[in-house]
């Protein structure tokens, strides 16, 4: 399973399709969601914009004490900051790069 976090503007909307329902979600969820269903390999994602009711303080206070396992126990964590600008991609590229020599070093050690 995946995770999604998504930061942007919560005041501006877009409706999506869930299961035949209609449902709002932020502008920049939309967008990553457009580009991450463009990818070639199918995986499940949660999403906690969409599986928590945002409007409901009490389950996103017992919800968020579970966020750490959820993510934890995720195959990959996307944080999605919007559509990516030219010289956005390298710097990326190098922040995994960097994350993956991390990984390797305190495994081995």
């Known amino acids: 399973m995946h995770c999604l976090i998504c930061?942007?503007?919560?005041?501006?909307?877009?409706t999506i399709i869930l299961s035949g329902t209609?449902?709002?979600v932020t502008e920049n969820l939309e967008a990553a969601l457009?580009?991450?269903?463009t990818?070639?390999?199918?995986?499940?994602?949660?999403v906690d914009a969409i599986y928590i009711n945002q409007?409901?303080?009490?389950?996103?206070?017992?919800?968020?004490?579970?966020?750490k396992d959820i993510y934890k126990g995720?195959?990959?964590v996307v944080a999605w900051m919007g559509p990516?600008?030219?010289?956005?991609?390298?710097?990326?590229?190098?922040?995994?790069?960097?994350?993956t020599e991390t990984r390797e070093r305190t495994s081995s050690s």
């Open 34 to 37: 457009q580009e991450l269903s």
């Open 74 to 76: 995720a195959s990959k």
């Open 7 to 14: 930061g942007g503007d919560a005041t501006i909307h877009q």
């Open 55 to 67: 409007n409901d303080l009490d389950e996103r206070a017992r919800e968020v004490k579970r966020m």
């Open 22 to 24: 209609h449902f709002e």
């Open 84 to 99: 990516s600008p030219q010289y956005s991609i390298p710097a990326f590229e190098i922040i995994e790069d960097i994350a």
């Open 39 to 46: 990818q070639q390999n199918a995986f499940r994602m949660w």
